[in-house]
């Protein structure tokens, strides 16, 4: 395996990592100043910005080569290190479109959808236009189960109706929100339980959609996004809106996970590493004790510590790259799982570090650090708890030393 940057990365590094240093960090406080006069409303900043990173060509740099004319012609291998660069900021990845859940379902109607599909939704997503959210997670069972999902898809002639209750639906929130993928049942009763699940894109403005509250996470709302608690009341959509056909959600719901998982771990490792910056100039400019913090002994094992876990979680996010490049996502899901615990865990203990140094002002808005950390920590939940990945890696392990 050879990790080495190309010259194509190591440009489109650099490209990205100028346009968040001259373009978006200067605007940061604009884009919390207009959010905070429309939670819900994309900040005009935003779409100025993305206006801009269109025209440098840094788009949907996401979406892998296979995708053809929708990708920007990248591996994931080679996507990576610019996601990295993304997690340094809490808005970047949508300034380039490739933030979630929208990423996701890009891939999922990229993959799974048909043209007429493809035509309504994909195509304006591609573009920045409209976002998204995947409605799966319920709060009346263990939606890590994916096959504990209750809300109800009926056919009934040439529709579908859906009813079940839906929660912490990220993205959902955000009026710009056009488009649900959501996942129920179409077939409760079949004894194979991994084909009773069906997906299906219902429009917001649906009669029946009911977006409830937001959800918080520890107290932050993550407007202008958000996570909602969506309830369907006889929603009533179309046949043709159901994907790939009645029985396949439980396939789409793996086949979308994989890539996101291994996205989130990429952005993680750019908020740890935007961390210990934070936390490695801070330790040089502060006095404790008659000296710079620097010279504390648990102050430098502190950043020892921190660089080597990172450099480890960046290592392995790379191997789970290459493996999806070179053998495809199936293939690769053990490290995905591997990579998917380990990359959260590591970026809270960076973090922790972080605000640890920082006192009082790294638990403030003066720093992203807390945001960091309310993100890191969500993420061992989000894309399938670190239970779930250890239970079914530790069950793959078994059986390979069987």
């Not at 979630?100 to 890009?106: C, E, I, L, Q």
């Not at 069906?198 to 959800?215: A, D, E, H, Y």
């Amino acid at each position: 395996m050879d990790f080495q940057y190309t010259d194509k990365m190591k440009e489109l590094v650099l490209q990205v990592r100028e346009f968040i240093n001259t373009e978006i960090r200067p605007v940061e406080a604009r884009f919390r100043d207009e959010l905070a006069a429309n939670p819900w409303e994309t900040p005009p900043v935003m779409d100025e910005l993305k206006a801009k990173a269109r025209a440098k060509g840094l788009w949907n740099l996401f979406l892998p080569k296979e995708y053809g004319d929708y990708s920007a012609g990248l591996s994931n291998l080679e996507y990576a290190p610019l996601a990295e660069e993304m997690g340094r900021s809490l808005i970047a990845s949508e300034v380039f479109n490739c933030a979630a859940p929208d990423t996701g379902n890009m891939e999922v109607l990229a993959k799974y959808g048909n043209e007429q599909q493809k035509q309504q939704w994909l195509e304006p997503l591609l573009e920045g236009k409209i976002r998204s959210a995947f409605a799966m997670t319920e709060p009346e069972v263990a939606s890590s189960d994916a096959t504990n999902i209750e809300t109800r898809i009926e056919r009934d002639g040439d529709d579908y109706v859906i009813n079940g209750r839906k929660f912490y639906i990220s993205g959902a929130m955000r009026k710009s929100c056009e488009i649900l993928i959501v996942m129920g049942k179409t077939d409760p009763d079949n004894p194979n339980r991994h084909v009773q699940q069906s997906q299906v894109l219902v429009p917001t403005n649906t009669p029946g959609v009911k977006i409830v509250r937001p959800m918080k996470v520890f107290g932050y709302d993550d407007a202008p996004e958000g996570h909602a608690e969506v309830i369907f009341d006889n929603v009533r959509v179309p046949k043709e809106n159901i994907i790939l056909g009645e029985g396949r959600g439980f396939e789409i719901a793996q086949g979308r996970l994989g890539p996101g998982r291994i996205h989130h771990c990429m952005r993680l490792i750019g908020a740890a590493q935007e961390a210990f910056e934070l936390m490695a100039k801070r330790v040089n400019e502060r006095q404790v004790f008659g000296q710079p913090m620097s010279k504390q002994g648990s102050v430098r094992e502190d950043l020892a510590k921190s660089w080597c876990e990172i450099e480890q979680a960046r290592l392995l996010t790379l191997k789970a790259a290459d493996m999806m490049d070179r053998e495809g996502n199936k293939v690769a899901k053990d490290l995905i799982a591997m990579i998917k615990v380990v990359a959260p865990n590591m970026a809270l203990n960076v973090i922790d570090r972080a605000i640890q140094v920082h006192g009082a002002v790294g638990v403030s808005q003066d720093t992203p650090l807390a945001h960091f950390f309310s993100y890191a920590r969500s993420l061992r939940l989000a894309d399938g708890p670190d239970q779930v990945h250890m239970m079914q890696l530790g069950r793959t392990l078994a059986k390979q030393f069987a």
